[in-house]
């Protein structure tokens, strides 16, 4: 693509969420939620022009500028956790920017599309679950959890997979253990025998994962012993007879330092629910 068309593709960006931000904010407000704060005009004192946080017209500027990919990446992260965000303008921008160049600005983009997508957004993150970057890697697989589509149930269980030789294993723990908790809600025979699988993975955090998802599916619990689950699942007919909701875990942290001074945003959290696009209960 041309250097020409990338930026007009980036002007018409920042000229339809400009139009989309006049619409969300109009009144005037300075503040939305909280997670853009902005400074009243004229206004004095150092605290607040060394914590002066960038407004949403900011935050879409940066995440267009072709020419920083950290601003790209402050900006999109901005819009990912902004409550407003879940408008067709900010989508597309979150679409654009999961194949950025800048392997944070993708994992920021994928964060958007996990708060703010739906099931028609799987299949690319299912893609990004691939993704050379580890964190990014990451943030797909916790987007997998919070939303449903069983189109992602084949590259989850390729993402479970640990092998040193195994060019289609996934080398991260921590993105295993986030994949064996998303396999939680697909009601799949094979998925249960890939979790069963996983409970001899080398890493403790995968296992547990592994097994709280069987748990949800099977209402069974036979711990850490793939054996007794392997028997369990050769002699049963309706493996999820038992089977429990699967909630989304939540996501919280303690406050930075910085995070106790003033007109400092307050540290993102989300209650674990269960994902956009689930069927009802009773359903498969």
Partial sequence: MSIRVTFRRSVGLVLGLTGAICSTLAGGC???DGVFS????GSEGILQDL?????PTDAVEMSVDRYDSDKRYRGTNLLA???FAGEPVYIDLFI???SDEDGAVRSAAIRGLANH??????PLLAE?????????RIEAARALQR???PVAVETLLLAVREGELDANAEPDPQVRAHAADALGQYAENRVVRALIATLTDSNFLVISRARQSLRTLTGQDYGFDSRAWTAWEGDTQDLFAARSIYRFPGYERDRKFVEYLPFVPQPPSQQGSVPIGMPPPGTR
Wanted: proline share 14%.
């Fill in 38 to 41: 902005g400074i009243e005009p």
């Fill in 117 to 122: 997508g739906g099931p028609e957004h799987v």
């Fill in 128 to 136: 990004r679950l691939r993704d050379p970057d580890r964190l990014v």
């Fill in 51 to 55: 914590f002066k946080q960038p407004s």
């Fill in 147 to 149: 939303i449903h589509n």
């Fill in 96 to 98: 654009a920017n999961a």
């Fill in 81 to 83: 956790n902004a409550p």
């Fill in 30 to 32: 300075d503040t939305v």
